[in-house]
């Protein structure tokens, strides 16, 4: 007979790098992964928004991950993808510089965010995931995503 441990959730993590940070988000929010393709611009999008793509006949908006979060975007290389991902009924590309590996991380392994951060960062994160000598920013998608803001792009 089996002894009752308490077992600790365990979450796949998809691990992608913007500039030299590492983020990640929940592989069950992760659609697909492509790589860049011709994206339509839009007219009267926010900036970090960089168009539209035709995703087998569902049209879906494509943001700059690194204009979301205030960072620098770094140049598109042949590594650069986009992530489609969804949350909360709305599915969205993401362009990010590279995807690495999916990422099996402990519950436990994922601590709150700094307190330290900026207040407009830490709107976006779901914690810190500490795995060896790495520090992978998670992100909570629904707010990166601004759900008011991209539901009013949707098709």
Do not use: C, H, W
């Not at 839009?42 to 879906?60: A, D």
């Not at 992100?139 to 991209?150: F, G, Q, R």
């Amino acid at each position: 007979m089996a002894e009752e441990t308490g077992t600790i959730e365990e979450i796949q993590l998809v691990v992608f790098s913007l500039g030299r940070e590492e983020f990640a988000v929940e592989v069950t929010q992760v659609r697909e992964i492509m790589r860049m393709e011709e994206i339509t611009r839009m007219p009267k999008s926010p900036s970090f928004v960089e168009g539209i793509i035709n995703l087998r006949g569902q049209i879906i908006a494509v943001i700059d991950l690194a204009k979301r979060l205030n960072l620098d975007s770094g140049e598109r290389t042949a590594e650069t993808r986009i992530m489609v991902v969804e949350a909360e009924e709305i599915r969205v590309g993401m362009i990010v510089d590279a995807v690495s590996e999916v990422l099996r991380v402990a519950g436990d392994a994922i601590e709150g965010t700094p307190t330290v951060a900026a207040e407009a960062s830490v709107a976006y994160l779901r914690g810190v995931v500490k795995q060896d000598s790495r520090l992978i920013i998670l992100l909570d998608l629904t707010k990166v995503l601004s759900l008011e803001e991209i539901s009013r792009l949707n098709f």
